[in-house]
C-alpha cells in the first residue's frame, strides 16, 4: 500500500485561541477540545465525545484521534481514563516548557516537539504533546502553535494511507512541525541577509547591533527547538517504538532528513551572524586605528614648530642668532621645509 506524504508548507491558515474556541463551540465538544474523531480503516466515522473513547479502543482497524488545545487538569485526567495513560506522561503534558523528547511507557509512546512559526515579523513558539498508542492519537497544544486542522483534513483525503493507523498520524504531525520549521529560518535568512548588505555600505548601527543579537537569540531558541527533535525523528526510523510498521520507516527518515536541513541551516546562519558582529567590530577597530594615525600624524606634524617656538621663545639675553637680521624668516623657512617634510612622509605611510 503506498503512503503519501504530507507537506506542512501548504498547510491551512493559523487558527487564534478564540477561533479555536469557536470551533470546538460549533462541533459539540468541550472547552479545550478542538476535534475528536474515529476513523476505520482510514475512512472518518463520525466525531465522539471524550467519554465515548473508550467504547472505540481496541476495534479492528480503528484509530481515535482527538485534538486538545490548552486542556485544564480535568480534561487531561478525562482522557488518561479513557487510554489509561501514564501519570507522569499527563503531568508533562499539563505543562508547557518541556524538553523536545520522545518517552515510551509499555505499549505507548509520549512525544514533546516544540513549534515555531512566523507571527507577522515576530517569532511565535509553542509547544505540542503526542500521546500515541494503539489505536489512538491524543495531541495537546500549548501556546501559539498553528492548528493541526489542516493535516487532520490532508489525512483524511488519503484513506489509504491513514489506514495504516496512529503511527501515520503521527509521522503527519511531525513532518507539519519540521516544515513549518522552514519559513521561520528563511524569514531570519533574509534578515541576516540584509544586514550583511549594510555593514558592506556603512558601519552597523547601535540599532543594528541590537537587531543581530535578538536575531542571534531567536536562532538559539530555534536551535533548542530543533535539535532535540533529531532523535526523537531518527527513533522513529528504527522498529524499537511498539508498533511501528516497517512501511513507515521511510517516512520518518524523510522527517529526519528536514529537520537535519535544518539544523545545518540554523547552524550557518548562526556562523553568518557571529562572523557579521566580528566583521562589525573589525571594521570599528579598523576605523579608530585609522584616525589614531591622523590624529598622531598631526600632532608630530605641529610639534615642530611647538618645539622651536618654545626654545626661542626663553627670555635669556645670551642666546645665539637674536640679533641676526634675518633670523625670523630663516627658523620660519626651516618650521616649513620640516613640516611639508613630515607631512609628505606620513602621506607616503598612509597616515594621512
Same mark, same amino acid.
Given at each position: 500500500m503506498a503512503l503519501e506524504r504530507t507537506n506542512g508548507r501548504d498547510a491551512g491558515a493559523e487558527r487564534s485561541p478564540a477561533a479555536v474556541g469557536q470551533q470546538a463551540d460549533a462541533a459539540g465538544h468541550r472547552p479545550g477540545v478542538v476535534a #475528536?474523531? /474515529?476513523y476505520q480503516h482510514g475512512r472518518r466515522l463520525r466525531d465522539i465525545r471524550i467519554e465515548e473513547a473508550g467504547e472505540w479502543r481496541n476495534r479492528e482497524g480503528v484509530v481515535i484521534w482527538i485534538g486538545l488545545h490548552e486542556p485544564d487538569q480535568e480534561l487531561l485526567r478525562q482522557v488518561q481514563l479513557e487510554f489509561d495513560l501514564n501519570d507522569l506522561a499527563i503531568e508533562d503534558a499539563g505543562k508547557a516548557h518541556q524538553r523536545p523528547k520522545l518517552e515510551i511507557y509499555g505499549e505507548a509512546i509520549f512525544v514533546v516537539a516544540r513549534t515555531a512559526h512566523m507571527t507577522g515579523e515576530e517569532i511565535a513558539f509553542g509547544e505540542t504533546h503526542l500521546f500515541v498508542g494503539r489505536g489512538?492519537?491524543?495531541s495537546v497544544r500549548h501556546g501559539p502553535s498553528t492548528s493541526y486542522m489542516a493535516v487532520r483534513q490532508r489525512c483524511e483525503a488519503s484513506p489509504a494511507a491513514l489506514a495504516h493507523g496512529e503511527h501515520y498520524v503521527l509521522y503527519s504531525i511531525l513532518d507539519f512541525i519540521v516544515d513549518n520549521y522552514m519559513p521561520v529560518v528563511e524569514a531570519i535568512h533574509g534578515e541576516v541577509e540584509a544586514l550583511e548588505d549594510r555593514l558592506l555600505r556603512d558601519r552597523l548601527a547601535k540599532a543594528d547591533i541590537e537587531h543581530l543579537y535578538m536575531l542571534r537569540r531567536n536562532l538559539l531558541r530555534l536551535r533548542n527547538a530543533v535539535v532535540p527533535l /533529531?532523535?526523537?525523528? =531518527?527513533? &522513529?526510523? &528504527?522498529?524499537?517504538?511498539?508498533?511501528?510498521?516497517? #512501511?513507515m520507516q521511510p517516512l520518518f527518515r524523510d522527517v529526519t532528513d528536514h529537520v537535519r536541513r535544518v539544523q545545518e541551516d540554523i547552524d #550557518?546562519? =548562526?556562523e553568518v551572524l557571529a562572523f557579521t558582529f566580528e566583521a562589525s567590530l573589525m571594521i570599528g577597530q579598523s576605523e579608530q586605528t585609522e584616525i589614531s594615525r591622523k590624529l598622531a600624524s598631526w600632532a608630530a606634524i605641529l610639534a615642530v614648530p611647538t618645539a622651536i617656538a618654545g626654545i626661542y621663545g626663553m627670555n635669556f639675553e645670551q642666546m645665539p642668532e637674536l640679533r641676526f637680521r634675518y633670523g625670523y624668516f630663516v627658523v620660519l623657512a626651516i618650521i616649513i621645509a620640516l613640516c611639508v617634510t613630515l607631512y609628505r612622509f606620513f602621506r607616503r605611510a598612509r597616515w594621512l
Open positions: #475528536a474523531a /474515529v489512538y492519537v491524543v /533529531v532523535d526523537v525523528c =531518527r527513533r &522513529h526510523e &528504527h522498529l524499537e517504538l511498539p508498533g511501528m510498521e516497517v #512501511a #550557518a546562519l =548562526r
